[in-house]
């Protein structure tokens, strides 16, 4: 944090008054630091005044700190306290200015504060803050960080690896912060090894510790094919769902705005991920990881756009939304951007259009080809303006080798008795996850592809023409 500002006086009172909360008058006081301040974490932090203070120990000693850095943000420092029997502190805070009124009288939250004079001996060993030495389930992005532990260091040196003692991947780094970013993720199931040396002017840290910690297991997905539905309890294991908008950078918030539904709302025990889209809306559904060992591997899911709340028989689609977008997305699953998608579906220009998904459902295929080793799959959706009422939905989620071609399905035709149309039927075939529907005028004409489907039948239109369907199976 910026500006901020330390003055000291000293002071005779052993409690503020309650007329004694007033903001005091700087010009009295010796300025003794104006400056930054870095927060890292756990411990002491330490400020190094940069005007002496003259202090005599027969008085007591009246410290004024003054946060004027600007704005609020999140995620303030918490200081760690000493309760006493009087009113020991004051304290104000707002945001829109730097407060001078009247401020708030407190006798439980006196900030810790430890005076150091000028050190004439090398500093002590640092303290490790994060990862904690000793400790098995490191993420693999994780940062190093430490404390100094007292005696004023200038500097730090680093030594990290796998190795012990560590130096093949940091030797002697030289540092003035206390953390460290690795240039790329760690490894999983790896133990790691780092040591820190503080120093100043009268030499380094001695009897420095080196401290240890090992990375998470690899909780990647290696068995394929993967099939994942969305029958069961809500969310699936390992997968996730955030707020967000298809703008660089993607920014990911957490709350909860997919849900489970009926597959085509038709309640038949088949659920989907579903969000129902009504106005400015947009959010991602994040897949666990996988390792995609080969480039014949493909990712596969059922599409399907309807009105909400109605089945492909009912009430069809609202194509009155031209801001309306869907998106796959392929990332390593820790940052994301638009340089990630690998499909995308709008109905402003894109080689996928939005409102040609049917209501009976899709099936998406894409190549892993480019995108071997550990992924994750996000699945889009989203609109910036309330123009339609539609659910969109995803199920049958796989990635796997193509699987061969099933068997045909033998179709049926009988009137549904919910819409007194006709409709097609047939029986599941084991492996096929979506079925193409053909019409001809003649059973030895030309077949015309009608649509496609996941589901075990499809809703025809009444006709006093004479159709002939066939149905292949994927």
Same mark, same amino acid.
């Given at each position: 944090?910026?500006?901020?500002?330390?003055?000291?006086?000293?002071?005779?009172?052993?409690?503020?008054?309650?007329? +004694?909360?007033?903001?005091?008058?700087?010009?009295?006081?010796?300025?003794?630091?104006?400056?930054?301040v870095t927060w890292s974490g756990p411990g002491?932090?330490?400020?190094?005044?940069?005007?002496?203070?003259?202090?005599?120990?027969?008085?007591?000693?009246?410290?004024?700190?003054?946060?004027?850095?600007?704005?609020?943000?999140?995620?303030?420092?918490?200081?760690?306290?000493?309760?006493?029997?009087?009113?020991?502190?004051?304290?104000?805070?707002?945001?829109?200015? %730097?407060?001078?009124?009247?401020?708030?009288?407190?006798?439980?939250?006196?900030?810790?504060?430890? %005076?150091?004079?000028?050190?004439?001996?090398?500093?002590?060993?640092?303290?490790?803050?994060?990862?904690?030495?000793?400790?098995?389930?490191?993420?693999?992005?994780?940062?190093?960080?430490?404390?100094?532990?007292?005696?004023?260091?200038?500097?730090?040196?680093?030594?990290?690896?796998?190795?012990?003692?560590?130096?093949?991947?940091?030797?002697?780094?030289?540092?003035?912060?206390?953390?460290?970013?690795?240039?790329?993720?760690?490894?999983? !199931?790896? =133990?790691?090894?780092?040591?820190?040396?503080?120093?100043?002017?009268?030499?380094?840290?001695?009897?420095?510790?080196?401290?240890?910690?090992?990375?998470?297991?690899?909780?990647?997905?290696?068995?394929?094919?993967?099939?994942?539905?969305?029958?069961?309890?809500?969310?699936?294991?390992?997968?996730?769902?955030?707020?967000?908008?298809?703008?660089?950078?993607?920014?990911?918030?957490?709350?909860?705005?997919?849900?489970?539904?009926?597959?085509?709302?038709?309640?038949?025990?088949?659920?989907?991920?579903?969000?129902?889209?009504?106005?400015?809306?947009?959010?991602?559904?994040?897949?666990?990881?996988?390792?995609?060992?080969? =480039?014949?591997?493909?990712?596969?899911?059922?599409?399907?756009?309807?009105?909400?709340?109605?089945?492909?028989?009912?009430?069809?689609?609202?194509?009155?939304?031209?801001? =309306?977008?869907?998106?796959?997305?392929? !990332?390593?699953?820790?940052?994301?951007?638009? +340089?990630?998608?690998?499909?995308?579906?709008?109905?402003?220009?894109?080689? %996928?259009?939005?409102?040609?998904?049917?209501?009976?459902?899709?099936?998406?295929?894409?190549?892993?080809?480019?995108?071997?080793?550990?992924?994750?799959?996000?699945? %889009?959706?989203?609109?910036?303006?309330?123009?339609?009422?539609?659910?969109?939905?995803?199920n049958n989620f796989r990635i796997g080798l193509?699987?061969?071609?099933?068997?045909?399905?033998?179709?049926?035709?009988?009137?549904?008795?919910?819409?007194?149309?006709?409709?097609?039927?047939?029986g599941e075939v084991p492996e096929a996850t979506?079925?193409?529907?053909?019409?001809? =005028?003649?059973?030895?004409?030309?077949?015309?592809?009608?649509?496609?489907?996941?589901?075990?039948?499809?809703?025809?239109?009444?006709?006093?023409?004479?159709?002939?369907?066939?149905?292949?199976?994927?």
């Amino acid at each position: 944090m910026d500006d901020q500002r330390v003055y000291m006086t000293h002071f005779y009172d052993s409690a503020y008054g309650s007329t +004694a909360a007033g903001y005091p008058n700087p010009s009295t006081y010796t300025y003794v630091f104006n400056g930054s301040v870095t927060w890292s974490g756990p411990g002491w932090n330490e400020i190094v005044l940069t005007t002496p203070f003259n202090y005599d120990p027969s008085w007591g000693l009246e410290i004024l700190y003054e946060n004027r850095d600007g704005s609020k943000i999140g995620g303030p420092p918490s200081f760690y306290t000493t309760s006493t029997s009087n009113y020991s502190s004051v304290y104000k805070s707002q945001d829109a200015s %730097f407060p001078t009124g009247t401020g708030t009288r407190d006798k439980t939250h006196r900030p810790n504060t430890w %005076f150091v004079t000028p050190t004439t001996e090398p500093p002590n060993p640092a303290i490790a803050v994060v990862p904690v030495s000793g400790s098995n389930n490191a993420a693999i992005d994780t940062d190093l960080m430490w404390n100094p532990g007292g005696g004023s260091p200038t500097g730090y040196r680093l030594w990290f690896g796998t190795d012990n003692p560590p130096s093949n991947l940091v030797s002697a780094l030289l540092s003035n912060d206390t953390s460290y970013t690795p240039p790329a993720h760690l490894d999983y !199931g790896t =133990d790691y090894f780092w040591r820190v040396v503080p120093f100043n002017d009268f030499g380094p840290a001695l009897d420095c510790p080196v401290w240890t910690f090992r990375t998470m297991d690899d909780p990647s997905i290696v068995d394929f094919p993967h099939l994942q539905g969305f029958e069961g309890s809500w969310m699936p294991s390992g997968w996730n769902q955030y707020t967000g908008t298809l703008t660089d950078p993607i920014t990911l918030g957490n709350t909860s705005v997919w849900e489970q539904d009926d597959w085509q709302n038709v309640n038949t025990g088949d659920k989907a991920a579903c969000l129902n889209v009504w106005g400015s809306l947009s959010a991602f559904l994040i897949s666990p990881l996988f390792n995609v060992s080969s =480039d014949e591997m493909v990712l596969s899911f059922d599409l399907a756009v309807l009105r909400e709340n109605q089945t492909p028989e009912g009430t069809p689609p609202n194509n009155d939304n031209p801001d =309306d977008r869907i998106a796959v997305l392929i !990332g390593d699953g820790f940052t994301w951007s638009t +340089a990630n998608i690998v499909r995308e579906y709008n109905n402003s220009g894109s080689e %996928f259009v939005l409102n040609d998904i049917p209501t009976t459902g899709t099936r998406v295929s894409i190549p892993l080809a480019d995108h071997t080793g550990r992924i994750k799959v996000a699945l %889009f959706a989203g609109s910036s303006t309330s123009n339609a009422y539609n659910d969109i939905m995803f199920n049958n989620f796989r990635i796997g080798l193509h699987s061969a071609q099933p068997q045909a399905p033998l179709p049926s035709i009988a009137i549904h008795s919910a819409s007194g149309l006709p409709r097609l039927n047939w029986g599941e075939v084991p492996e096929a996850t979506i079925y193409h529907i053909f019409k001809a =005028d003649s059973p030895y004409g030309l077949f015309s592809p009608l649509g496609s489907t996941s589901s075990t039948y499809y809703p025809l239109t009444a006709t006093s023409a004479k159709a002939f369907f066939k149905i292949t199976a994927e």
